[in-house]
């Protein structure tokens, strides 16, 4: 005798999620997320969603990535932008200059000459990560690349060879986040 199976979505209260007053003070993984030069705001808030799913340290907003408070980047984000620590920088050059006396890996997530399947990069748990990811449509900037240590990109294999900035942050930013958690 097959036994009937009726699954039921949980409600919020059954998800236990954090008050950003808890998610705040909780520990993040050590990754910032530099957005550089993404121009849609809908990308934006999908990113800020995302860093909070994931335990996100920080999001580094530069060049022309439109800021929050934006109804358009809320659309997306639904509150994440209250959850998620970021600031603003407008020269993503100095920024990553900072990063790297603070002793982060500078990860630019882009298809290059030398990049490494996304899969084949190891994480290691007791570094600290800062992952770039540049405008819909020209990627990183050119004159950024050789200031980032290591790039790594995400297999294809359709026509189109690239991926929405968003969906891109999601895949590498759970595969940080699984690594690092040890899921």
Same mark, same amino acid.
């Given at each position: 005798?097959? @036994? $009937?199976?009726?699954?039921?979505? #949980? +409600?919020? *209260?059954?998800?236990?999620?954090?008050?950003?007053?808890?998610?705040?003070? =909780?520990?993040?993984?050590?990754?910032?997320?530099?957005?550089?030069?993404?121009?849609?705001?809908?990308?934006?808030?999908?990113?800020?969603?995302?860093?909070?799913?994931?335990?996100?340290?920080?999001?580094?907003?530069?060049?022309?990535?439109?800021?929050?408070?934006?109804?358009?980047?809320?659309?997306?984000?639904?509150?994440?932008?209250?959850?998620?620590?970021?600031?603003?920088?407008?020269? @993503? $050059?100095?920024?990553?200059?900072? #990063? +790297?006396? *603070?002793?982060?890996?500078?990860?630019?997530?882009?298809?290059?000459?030398? =990049?490494?399947?996304?899969?084949?990069?190891?994480?290691?748990?007791?570094?600290?990560?800062?992952?770039?990811?540049?405008?819909?449509?020209?990627?990183?900037?050119?004159?950024?690349?050789?200031?980032?240590?290591?790039?790594?990109?995400?297999?294809?294999?359709?026509?189109?060879?690239?991926?929405?900035?968003?969906?891109?942050?999601?895949?590498?930013?759970?595969?940080?986040?699984?690594?690092? @958690?040890?899921?």
């Amino acid at each position: 005798m097959e @036994i $009937e199976r009726k699954p039921e979505k #949980l +409600k919020l *209260e059954a998800l236990n999620r954090k008050t950003i007053k808890v998610f705040k003070e =909780s520990d993040k993984i050590p990754v910032v997320v530099l957005l550089n030069n993404v121009r849609s705001m809908h990308n934006v808030g999908s990113v800020f969603r995302t860093s909070d799913a994931f335990s996100i340290d920080k999001i580094y907003l530069c060049g022309i990535t439109p800021q929050p408070p934006h109804r358009e980047i809320q659309k997306t984000a639904l509150g994440a932008t209250e959850s998620v620590d970021w600031e603003h920088k407008k020269s @993503i $050059e100095e920024l990553i200059s900072v #990063l +790297k006396k *603070e002793g982060y890996i500078i990860v630019g997530v882009e298809q290059v000459s030398d =990049s490494v399947y996304l899969q084949e990069y190891k994480v290691e748990t007791r570094k600290k990560y800062a992952l770039i990811l540049g405008n819909e449509v020209e990627g990183i900037s050119e004159n950024i690349l050789e200031l980032i240590d290591l790039f790594i990109e995400i297999p294809q294999s359709g026509t189109k060879h690239s991926l929405n900035v968003s969906v891109c942050a999601g895949i590498v930013l759970w595969e940080w986040y699984r690594a690092l @958690i040890k899921i």
